[in-house]
């Protein structure tokens, strides 16, 4: 009986990067002040939760922000609008950006894109907060696609240039997928693919893993984009696969009767986690 766990599975260095940035803050502040992350730090609860402990309030609407007057804000991973930026500016805030750098590129190429008048299509999910920041920075002539449908059904009432970007955790085949949907429409379009290496090397490897093992658990927040295209694509290659946020939501005596099970996790699932998950499908084997 085998265990095989993704070399990929856990944080990624932008979540990481963004999780450090909030501890630091933590360790560093001496004098007391109210440090706030405009929405949770990363898509993971338990992380949350243990940052919440230690004083760290996850602002989660703009009319929230309004009401603070002084302390330390921290932009999430996801990135967040432009104008939300210049709002937090506005009032004197002390801002901490731990937008993932790969999101920040998307932010700059869509604001310089739309600059000199081309439409900005993102790939991706429209209710992603990632993607609410991305079309924050994309001028007044963006639209969001994220089905087959919404590419066919694309139009442009006039003959502007179009550059498509993607949502870092998009799903690269269906990526392609998109993109040739709307180059059949003969705009002039400049594609720019900005999914995440990380992101595809992840997807990659899961499936790979998926294909050759009796099940497969996927481990990740019900929130995380990221981690819900992985357990589709394990799904699609392993039938027996389950995606859990911690050990807690795992039954171990489904996976008595395998001989081999694979384990991912998406990227902002701590080491902890999946560690807890791998020792104790270890012990049933």
């Not at 990135?79 to 506005?90: N, V």
Request: overall charge neutral.
């Amino acid at each position: 009986m085998e265990v095989i766990r993704a070399k990929t599975a856990g944080f990624c260095f932008g979540v990481r990067r963004a999780v450090e940035t909030v501890y630091e803050q933590v360790g560093q502040n001496q004098n007391g002040k109210k440090i706030y992350t405009y929405g949770p730090i990363i898509h993971n609860a338990e992380v949350v939760k243990d940052l919440e402990k230690r004083g760290v309030q996850v602002i989660k609407t703009e009319e929230e922000l309004e009401s603070i007057e002084k302390g330390i804000i921290i932009i999430r991973s996801h990135g967040i609008e432009e104008r939300i930026y210049k709002k937090m500016e506005a009032k004197n805030l002390e801002i901490v950006d731990a937008t993932c750098p790969f999101v920040k590129k998307i932010h700059n190429i869509v604001k310089k894109e739309s600059a000199v008048g081309k439409h900005i299509i993102i790939i991706g999910n429209p209710e992603h907060p990632e993607v609410v920041g991305i079309k924050g920075w994309a001028g007044k002539y963006v639209t969001v696609i994220q089905t087959p449908k919404e590419a066919e059904e694309f139009r442009l009432s006039e003959n502007k240039k179009v550059c498509i970007v993607s949502q870092t955790t998009f799903n690269y085949n269906k990526f392609q997928d998109l993109v040739e949907i709307i180059s059949k429409k003969s705009y002039d379009i400049n594609v720019l693919n900005t999914i995440c290496n990380a992101t595809k090397e992840r997807q990659s490897e899961a499936h790979i893993i998926a294909e050759k093992v009796d099940a497969m658990i996927v481990i990740g927040d019900k929130h995380s984009s990221n981690t819900q295209k992985l357990f589709e694509i394990c799904r699609k290659a392993c039938k027996d696969t389950y995606y859990i946020q911690t050990l807690e939501d795992l039954d171990l005596n489904q996976l008595r009767s395998v001989e081999t099970v694979g384990i991912t996790a998406g990227a902002s699932t701590p080491n902890n986690i999946i560690e807890e998950v791998q020792s104790n499908v270890r012990i049933i084997f």
